[in-house]
């Protein structure tokens, strides 16, 4: 809507206005009638009786999108998939509101607390959109004074960010995330969050993967250990973190450059991030010279010894894989880290697509503290699964031709051939409704049947009743199987039980079939 | 947290800066020292070596409110019942941003536009969260050039009315709908959302109810027959709109005081919307010598007879009144109107609470068009259920102690009474997990029996599996069943087939037994 429209649509409100108040005070006719028509003019200007035709582009907000019935289907698809996994760890499930106040995000993000959408001040609270999931379960932790949660949470976040959007990345984007609050032994939650993420990823089956982990001490106590000074290890580690895009000389280049690391330091630390491995690695770290002298790496790497011992257990030792490249940019974590990465290009159509990164997390002791008044901790780790990424993969296999989804369910259609047969289909629906078949009907009077049936071929609807004159007579009516085209006559009054038996052998079928899931 | 805090932050932010800098530029280490400890004498007035422990209330934005697991539990088996009536009559599924350019908004909610959450200007486009789900679906339906869809759409809409949270009534909340776009026959698609509406009520099993029907065009007639003006009917509707919560007398002064309308219109209008009934009403109307002269007034009294008519082959016909009193306040309808209404209070606890307005809907033909560079038009009908008021009525019920939920579907603990079981625990735990057995243990190396058990009872956990040195040794475990406190050993290698058999039966159980849906 342009401004001259607004200010028309502004000056029509006033002048409705003027017209009823003199109306109420029971004006004079004359001045009533001069005021009206007034309005009648400005009415006039704006085109149209009633409200002018947009004239901006229509668009959703930059960086944001629709999720078309199509995109729905996968979506909801995937992510069952992946509360099947939550819940078989006994998950359960919280949501929190789309805005806090913005004092609750102040101080958790760092460099990326510019990416906040903050709300008009309108009168009232201060409001910002939610950035993640985690800052959000801190608070409620805190706020309800929570120990001990074992909580799933899918929900739509918010960043100002540049916006990538074939390749996933908008303003507008779910999370889904797994975390285990509470004071427990070592490595033993942490632990399951990693069985957690390969459950989904094999659920998922969108190719090989590998878990990459690291710990936050060990990246400490080797920073330390390279001559890197205390208050420069979180921005060290935020560089650290773009190994998996840039080239080590790149990563070298901005320490020195712009975080003030020596090129000695920053020589030393580019020893050990090309480092990775297993148990062994972490073992004979454990032995390197420079890293037993520092207390953190110390811890650091005996926690790596134990996790990947739990994951022996688990059944999942060959899919982890220490890498002291690994750093995350999030400033609150605390102890492990990790982050699922796909090894293998994706193949859409012809092409083949690489996609990195599907899943992160790690350990934050302190979040919840900061929200408590008597800074009580309750520590945390989790795990947050790249769904966006799974979305625009398998979208973009839907548009390549690779796979087909259904975006409705429906198994029966009732048609009719003949004019007049509205009100008998109209019986029939709600019979079948109420015997809980899915069923749908045209919404036309004497729809044609090429049509009805195109209906039915186009959104895979499996069976349709056709309604004819004489086989009513005769009591009965006809099932047609829309692919073989076979049709039966079945008494009228078993019509229900005949569908459900068909229906039944149908989704039997189809989980033996071939159909794409 | 505090102004000064936040400068406090503010100033350790830039020293750190002006340090690393000092340090990039190799200045002296004198000056660099000197530098660190003022650094460290600003970090020491933070109190703490995080970040300060928070200072302001804890609490969430006005008007919204967290779910925990109890209610998520609850709202999801609401939406999971609504969704499989939806999906039962064909319904695909869509989703939009929680935001969209303000101009979309703009001109659509009339009054009501001033609730509007603007988000704050911070370069780029102005956006404002949606504030139902129906004009979204409009631009979305103009903006991708789609002429036909049956969907729904789930998500929370925003608000800045006053919050009346006991009653379900929060400035976040949930919009349930369901639309018939598309040019079809008259009241074919509209007597469908009754259906839909009578389905989801049933299964939701909340009570009696009633569906109100009117016409915008007979409410449009009634008024032009009364002798009010055309430009005042949308305000005189939006007061009539009022006589659920308000006596006639109250109505009747507001549109006279307020709204401008001749007392002779208003005692005119209070003849017929105290009239409510059914087919008979309908005939009755076009008999009356007033309405009869008005063409609106005719059509939406043949649109009732045929929507009542449809009723009837629909089978819902003992559910549904024709009441001229019900208005609908929104300005965008243009047929047809309804409102579901449960007609008894709910028994909470020993308290009767009366719900009222539980669904509402109606025909809006122009909205669409209003999106539209050439204002090309696509019919929709539609309708909303008020979800807010079901989700608080249950969670008044389960405070009440009338209803119980169970928040984790766990099957299976896996416990020991002995000390350094937790590798054990782990293996077993991973072979339950990837049966794909709901399964939980202790994140303690060492829990206590005691606290195992009470873990299963607390969470309503079935079966716990008991591992013991001696048991083992004979390649065997025990399974207990919690409530019965029964065990039996079974062998270690059937252990999965055990369980599985196991859960099969509780399920069977459940489905005939007593527990609360």
Known sequence: MTDSQETLLQKIQEQGDLVRKLKAAKESSEKIKEEVSKLLALKAQLGSEDA?????VLKTAKGTRDYNPQQMTIRNNVLQKIITVFKRHGAECIDTPVFELKEVLTGKYG??????YDLKDQGGEILSLRYDLTVPLARYLAMNKINTLKRYHIAKVYRRDNPAMTRGRYREFYQCDFDIAGQYDLMVPDAECLKVVTEILDALDIGKYVLKVNHRRLLDGMFEACGVSAD????????????????????????INEKGVTPDAADRIGEYVRLNGSIELADKLLQDEKLSKSKGAVEGLEGIKLLLNYCELLGIKDKILFDLSLARGLDYYTGVIYEAVLTQPIKIGNEDQTIGSIAGGGRYDNLVGMFDSKNKQVPCVGVSIGVERVFSVLE??????????????VDVYVASAQK???DERMKICAELWNAGIKTEQSYKKNPKMLNQLQHCEENGIPLAVILGESELKRGLVKIRNISTRQEEEVPRENLVQELKSKIELLDIKEMNGPLAK
């Open 232 to 255: 420069m290890f979180r921005s060290t580690c935020s560089t650290i973190d773009k190994l998996d895009k840039s080239t080590w000389d790149e990563v070298r280049t901005e320490m």
């Open 52 to 56: 002018a035709p947009q004239k901006f």
């Open 420 to 422: 007049n047969f509205l």
């Open 396 to 409: 973009a296999k839907l548009a390549a031709g690779d796979i087909s989804v259904r975006t409705s369910d």
């Open 111 to 116: 460099e990326d607390s510019k990416l906040i």
